[in-house]
């Protein structure tokens, strides 16, 4: 029985169900393991009080310290976060917040690797506990935590970890070769891909059944159009998803959209750009085919990805994206900058278009797929290898790896 101590700050709860809900399905695969025994530590950063008054953080301060979701126990310490120190101490916090409740922790459940789901600031903190309590520890490399906290004055601390670290994982091989860049040694790093549910991220069938996974579609464009008619939508559809960020490009998808006549953008996703984008769409005169929809339940994106003709994200960076893979699952054919992993899934013209990070480049890439379109078959073609059984095989054997090495 393998003993694992997952660590994730990036991790979904009840006021955020949408945050890291990709890590919790990895981890519930894992955990499925037969021949596993897992723990999930979610920590929780929190500014110092009178922040925490404010309502964004006093959801978060009101969460339970232990739960159990989705069949696994979560447990969800605090850790202090200094506003405007750009992150520099939250190794320091976060480690004093673990080591007492990993002490306790690890009388009753003697881990035998930790598992840190994002380099910064799970990585460096997992390796002090590694170090502490003599188990490997493996890193996983997603996009933001190296593209970010990897330069700066954090970068120091994500490198000494990455060192450090028994083991390596990067979402993609572009992500591999970023780490590599940065300093870190190319040994360790293992690809580790994203998995989709194959069966739920799926085109729109014409009748109640889930078709098999490898199963041919029809085109079904009645039923695509009755789904973007329950949208609102009639014409072609659009949509793009992800956290309103300045990092996701999604203004260059907004002024796209003036060049791509009669069609309807929906963006799906909250963050601080809400009122530029809010803005730019007023601005541009697109109120009337441009929506923000906010947050969307992981459990409704389906049903929106495949009633799209297209799906478009205008990243700066990324690892590989699940939108990206979510989207060709539902048949959807991506538009997506020359991004992380973007040539590793969009190998060919069916899965859809890697263009540069401009308007007119989207414009164009969007017209083409909409007067070219592939068939739903052909695009989901390209997701069939990112199953959530390939995940958990890869990650089991890449844990019980390290620790028969760490046994040597």
């Not at 405007?84 to 673990?98: C, E, F, I, P, S």
């Not at 003599?134 to 933001?144: E, H, N």
């Not at 697109?286 to 906010?294: I, M, S």
């Amino acid at each position: 029985m393998l003993r694992v101590l997952t660590l994730a700050t990036l991790f979904p709860d009840a006021t955020r169900p949408n945050f890291g809900v990709f890590v919790e399905r990895q981890t519930r695969g894992l955990a499925a393991h037969p021949d596993v025994d897992l723990r999930v530590i979610a920590p929780i950063g929190l500014p110092p009080w009178p922040a925490t008054r404010h309502p964004r953080y006093r959801a978060l301060a009101r969460l339970p310290e232990r739960e159990e979701r989705n069949g696994i126990a979560v447990l969800r310490p605090r850790f202090l976060t200094l506003p405007g120190t750009a992150g520099r101490h939250h190794v320091a916090a976060l480690t004093r917040a673990l080591v007492p409740l990993v002490e306790s922790l690890r009388t009753a459940f003697p881990f035998d690797v930790i598992d840190a789901e994002f380099f910064f600031p799970d990585g460096p903190a997992a390796i002090a506990l590694g170090r502490r309590y003599g188990v490997p520890v493996s890193i996983k490399a997603r996009g933001a935590d190296i593209h970010h906290w990897g330069r700066g004055p954090t970068a120091a601390q994500v490198l000494a970890a990455g060192r450090a670290a028994g083991g390596l994982l990067a979402v993609s091989e572009a992500m591999k070769r970023d780490m590599i860049a940065l300093g870190l040694p190319s040994e360790p790093i293992r690809v580790h891909r994203t998995g989709v549910d194959l069966d739920r991220f799926a085109p729109l069938a014409t009748d109640s059944a889930l078709p098999n996974p490898g199963a041919a579609f029809p085109q079904g464009n009645h039923a695509r159009t009755a789904a973007k008619a329950a949208l609102g939508v009639s014409g072609p559809l659009v949509v793009s998803v992800g956290a309103l960020i300045e990092r996701k490009g999604h203004a260059v998808v907004i002024e796209a959209m003036r060049d791509v006549p009669d069609a309807t953008l929906l963006i799906a996703g909250e963050g601080p750009e809400r009122g530029r984008l809010e803005a730019l769409i007023a601005r541009l005169g697109l109120a009337d085919r441009v929506r923000l929809l906010g947050a969307v339940p992981h459990a409704d994106l389906p049903r929106l990805l495949a009633a799209a003709d297209v799906s478009a994200l205008a990243s700066s960076s990324e690892g590989l994206a699940n939108a990206w893979v979510e989207s060709l699952a539902c048949g959807t054919p991506v538009v997506i900058t020359e991004a992380g992993g973007a040539r590793e899934l969009v190998r060919d013209d069916s899965a859809g278009r890697v263009v540069a990070r401009t308007a007119p480049a989207f414009a164009a890439a969007i017209r083409d797929l909409l007067a070219h379109p592939p068939s739903s078959e052909a695009a989901r073609r390209s997701a069939l290898p990112f199953t959530w059984a390939a995940n958990t095989a890869a990650l089991h054997a890449h844990l019980s790896d390290l620790v028969v090495q760490a046994k040597g």
